[in-house]
Nanobody, 122 residues
């Protein structure tokens, strides 16, 4: 599975962005998908995850109520809708695919995209 994340950019605090992660391969629907982020000088952290069917989701406390993860298995794409963005959301966002189901642990994902930069100005 190859993953490509896009949709990042510069947005003012309080604004919204939607990230997309397009996957290649016919087995996309077998994978749970996750979004992680890494801010400058900080470790990578979990943001959100969704089960292979889309029926289950899980969020980091820092984004709960503001971000929504979803997927369209017909389009081999997972999305991260980000609302009410804050300067502390500034980071490179990565999508990941894994067969173990929803997990917040980065190494448990099998494939990673290249990342897309989100910058939130105050």
């Amino acid at each position: 599975v190859q993953l490509q994340a896009f949709g990042g950019g510069l947005v003012q605090a309080g604004g919204s962005l939607r990230l997309s992660c397009a996957a290649s391969g016919r087995t996309f629907s077998s994978y749970a998908m996750g979004w992680f982020r890494q801010a400058p000088g900080k470790e990578r952290e979990f943001v959100a995850a969704i089960s292979w069917s889309g029926g289950s989701t899980y969020y980091a406390d820092s984004v709960k109520g503001r971000f929504t993860i979803s997927r369209d298995n017909a389009k081999n794409t997972v999305y991260l809708q980000m609302n009410s963005l804050k300067p502390e959301d500034t980071a490179v966002y990565y999508c990941a695919a894994g067969l173990l189901g929803i997990t917040v642990v980065g190494p448990e994902y099998d494939y990673w995209g290249q990342g897309t930069l989100v910058t939130v100005s105050s």
